[in-house]
């Protein structure tokens, strides 16, 4: 085996082991938070405790991990992480598919929804908890849209697809979507997460700068975060005719990101197949997934 591939697995390897201990971090900072609920008269709203949790489980590992590599690489940090300049198309393409991507994962996850509701009798999480009022969308902009954009993108596009890249580039577009998915933690919206996951990689690959996937990521969060109360009782009796739109738009503007040249390069030092499947039954994701699930259980059978 060559220095590069060695160095390559190496990486891997690191970035597998750190999906583990942040999936064993967010466990550990809800469980945590849920205590220091318990101790509280007048706790704080749902999405400051979301908050609080992305940057206890995500934003201290990642700030840690970036540290490290920022002190050995230095200004190669900047390229490692996709920090680059993001033009104003590439803005406003992110913005719109990730407003139209959100009604194309909700059609999506409709078959899984009737499935859990109707067979397992189970209501399931919103992707994003609905804001009823103005009050909380400002919260919600910053609890469950700024916040979760920007560390849950830097996580999976900034460190993971990034180190999966320079070994394989539709493998780190696969195994950091389905990681994506899976870490949600709801069953009944995988097919959308996964979708979500797919999108904010091309959105990377073509503008090579995380701030896009960030933009597309936020914007779709806070169309799920607007729904409810302020966007489907001013639609009415067009719902079903403005997520047609939405399903041909987000097909049209996913088209010209394609058509768009690759600023990212494609490489394919390892198979792509042999690659995912090697990630996906690696040890560090078989227990991240075996951490999720008993979370999953500990919500939805015990409470």
């Given at each position: 085996?060559?220095?590069?591939?060695?160095?390559?697995?190496?990486?891997?390897?690191?970035?597998?082991?750190?999906?583990?201990?942040?999936?064993l971090?967010?466990?550990?900072?809800e469980?945590?938070?849920?205590?220091?609920?318990?101790?509280?008269?007048n706790?704080?709203?749902?999405?400051?405790?979301?908050?609080?949790?992305?940057?206890?489980?995500?934003?201290?590992?990642?700030?840690?991990?970036?540290?490290?590599?920022?002190?050995?690489?230095?200004?190669?940090?900047?390229?490692?992480?996709?920090?680059?300049?993001?033009?104003?198309?590439?803005?406003?393409?992110?913005?719109?598919?990730?407003?139209?991507?959100?009604?194309?994962?909700?059609?999506?996850?409709?078959?899984?929804?009737?499935?859990?509701?109707?067979?397992?009798?189970?209501?399931?999480?919103?992707?994003?908890?609905?804001?009823?009022?103005?009050?909380?969308?400002?919260?919600?902009?910053?609890?469950?849209?700024?916040?979760?954009?920007?560390?849950?993108?830097?996580?999976?596009?900034?460190?993971?697809?990034?180190?999966?890249?320079?070994?394989?580039?539709?493998?780190?577009?696969?195994?950091?979507?389905?990681?994506?998915?899976?870490?949600h933690?709801?069953?009944n919206e995988?097919?959308?997460?996964?979708?979500?996951?797919?999108?904010?990689?091309?959105?990377?690959?073509?503008?090579?700068?995380?701030?896009?996937?960030?933009?597309?990521?936020?914007?779709?969060?806070?169309?799920?975060?607007?729904?409810?109360?302020?966007?489907?009782?001013?639609?009415?009796?067009?719902?079903?005719?403005?997520?047609?739109?939405?399903?041909?738009?987000?097909?049209?503007?996913?088209?010209?990101?394609?058509?768009?040249?690759?600023?990212?390069?494609?490489?394919?030092?390892?198979?792509?197949?042999?690659?995912?499947?090697?990630?996906?039954?690696?040890?560090?994701v078989?227990?991240?997934?075996?951490?999720?699930?008993?979370?999953?259980?500990?919500?939805?059978?015990?409470?």
């Open positions: 085996m060559t220095n590069k591939r060695y160095e390559l697995r190496k990486q891997i390897k690191s970035v597998r082991w750190m999906i583990f201990w942040v999936v971090a967010q466990l550990a900072a469980m945590a938070v849920e205590a220091l609920l318990s101790f509280m008269k706790p704080p709203h749902q999405y400051v405790q979301i908050a609080l949790v992305e940057v206890l489980a995500i934003g201290v590992p990642i700030i840690v991990y970036a540290r490290s590599v920022w002190t050995s690489s230095g200004k190669d940090a900047k390229q490692e992480f996709w920090l680059n300049r993001c033009g104003v198309y590439f803005i406003v393409l992110a913005a719109l598919l990730g407003i139209c991507g959100q009604f194309v994962m909700i059609l999506l996850n409709m078959p899984a929804n009737i499935f859990t509701k109707t067979v397992l009798e189970q209501t399931g999480g919103d992707a994003v908890v609905a804001a009823q009022n103005g009050a909380e969308v400002f919260l919600g902009i910053i609890g469950v849209v700024i916040i979760p954009a920007v560390l849950e993108e830097f996580w999976m596009r900034g460190i993971i697809f990034s180190a999966y890249n320079k070994s394989n580039t539709f493998a780190a577009i696969f195994f950091t979507s389905i990681i994506f998915a899976l870490l933690l709801r069953i995988a097919l959308g997460f996964l979708l979500m996951g797919i999108v904010a990689s091309f959105v990377l690959i073509k503008s090579r700068s995380i701030y896009a996937a960030m933009i597309y990521h936020a914007f779709s969060n806070l169309t799920a975060l607007m729904l409810t109360k302020f966007i489907l009782p001013i639609l009415g009796d067009y719902i079903w005719f403005v997520f047609i739109a939405a399903s041909v738009g987000f097909v049209l503007l996913f088209a010209l990101l394609m058509l768009q040249k690759n600023k990212v390069s494609i490489n394919k030092n390892f198979g792509t197949r042999g690659l995912v499947f090697g990630s996906i039954f690696s040890l560090p078989i227990l991240s997934a075996a951490v999720v699930v008993l979370k999953y259980f500990l919500i939805n059978f015990i409470g």
